[in-house]
């Protein structure tokens, strides 16, 4: 029988629990007493047949098979299942054999295991009915005459006898009564402290999972339908609630906004945060196409609503297909990645800058740029590139740059996307992530 831990304790109801304890506890002694009896039933088969004495023999052979079939059976569920029942049969056929022990040694000489058995049960803690079931039987069979029975041979206890083993099993009834219910407080008090420590940790879990889905829900279920842009896009928070954020904006059939963000650190306060901030991107999705004007008024924002140590990097891209441009403003997000696919090339749009929420004035600006079709256009998180492996090094922007071109030829953005996250795990291997990573890409068809 495994020996449950606390932990796995305090997801049981409180009387099973406390049954579960009181039963590792007894079994601990119970395999012992078992071993025991077992090899002292299997002398008496011995004895006995030197002695001719089959009768006792057959009861020490019988009593030896138990024990071996209940100390084979120890692991098995049945056994677990109805330990205590179990343990309180053998114990009244124990009874019983320590009675017909008595039947082969004078009556007097029969005390010492009497008094000895008392102590036996004294080891045990059960509930106390039972208790009083078990000292109460043991008391009639050491005072029941063994005349009544049929028994010639042996002495029936004295009266000095019968008082002392009366006197034993009440003082040991009293004290197993007291043990068990001393035990029982113990237990309960630790086990309750536990038990409510468990059940805020589940509230906090269930809170935390919600807060999750609400996250989740926050950013797109899928990329938008246009027809000139292939978009592919994924989050991969690093706890249950991330701090990268992403949004795709329509400003016309030809324009098209993309916001990437990252909140310091992540947990609920980042997430609470990029609550605040889509909010505020929603009620201003009509200024987007000019979007340092959408940055200094969330960069009021959040100094205003937050406290100093608290910053946002955020990157707003506008994509104007009949213009042909992309135009870029950051607050002290990572730039994003333009690949040429004519002339294999990379550059970068939208450095400088301080994040959103710093105590410093900062000053953003726009960078505007031609496109033309089959570029590629890759928003990350710094996640991305300061992905460590277990060499201690980081995945960096030469690598990114290095897949992006592997996987640029003719196939799809989600394919792209698929490769850029597909080399980040080959490099990462098992290494714990220790930032949200967030990677979208765009390309113009």
Request: glycine letters at 8%.
């Amino acid at each position: 029988m495994r020996a449950p831990n606390l932990d796995e304790l305090v997801l049981l109801p409180e009387p099973l629990a406390l049954q579960r304890h009181f039963d590792t506890k007894n079994y601990r002694f119970f395999r012992v007493l078992l071993v025991a009896l077992s090899i002292a039933s299997l002398v008496g088969v011995g004895v006995l047949l030197d002695q001719r004495g089959f009768l006792g023999a057959a009861v020490y052979g019988a009593s030896f098979l138990l024990g071996i079939g209940l100390f084979v059976l120890r692991g098995s569920p049945p056994f677990e299942k109805s330990f205590r029942q179990i343990l309180l049969v053998y114990l009244f056929l124990q009874i019983l054999v320590l009675k017909f022990t008595t039947t082969l040694i004078e009556g007097d000489e029969a005390i010492p295991l009497f008094i000895m058995a008392t102590f036996v049960l004294l080891a045990f803690r059960v509930r106390l009915t039972e208790h009083l079931v078990l000292f109460g039987g043991f008391w009639i069979a050491a005072v029941l005459p063994l005349g009544w029975l049929g028994f010639s041979t042996g002495s029936t206890l004295k009266e000095e006898g019968i008082a002392a083993v009366t006197t034993m099993s009440l003082i040991c009834l009293t004290g197993a009564a007291g043990l068990t219910q001393l035990e029982r407080r113990k237990f309960l008090a630790v086990w309750r402290k536990e038990h409510a420590r468990y059940r805020e940790r589940s509230r906090m879990r269930e809170e935390i999972d919600y807060a999750r889905k609400i996250q989740l829900s926050m950013l797109p279920q899928g990329p938008p339908e246009v027809s000139w842009l292939e978009l592919a896009s994924a989050s991969l928070p690093a706890t249950e609630v991330g701090g990268d954020y992403y949004d795709y904006f329509r400003l016309s059939p030809s324009r098209l906004a993309l916001v990437i963000g990252d909140v310091a650190g992540h947990g609920m306060a980042s997430g609470l945060l990029l609550s605040g901030i889509r909010s505020c991107l929603y009620l201003l999705a009509e200024d987007l196409g000019a979007p340092v004007g959408v940055l200094d008024r969330l960069n009021r924002m959040v100094r205003r609503t937050t406290d100093k140590r608290t910053y946002v990097t955020l990157l707003c891209a506008v994509l104007d297909r009949a213009e042909g441009t992309l135009t870029v403003a950051a607050a002290g997000h990572p730039p994003v990645l333009h690949y040429d696919p004519k002339t294999g090339q990379f550059d970068e749009m939208g450095e400088g800058a301080l994040p959103l929420g710093t105590a410093l004035d900062a000053t953003f600006e726009e960078t505007r740029r031609p496109l033309a079709a089959g570029d590629l256009l890759v928003f990350y998180t710094d996640g991305l590139v300061e992905a460590r492996n277990g060499n201690d090094q980081e995945y960096g922007d030469a690598r990114l740059r290095r897949a992006v071109a592997r996987a640029a030829g003719s196939r799809t953005a989600r394919e792209i996307r698929d490769a850029v996250l597909g080399d980040l795990s080959n490099f990462k291997g098992d290494q714990e992530q220790a930032d949200d990573i967030t990677v979208l890409i765009a390309r113009l068809r």
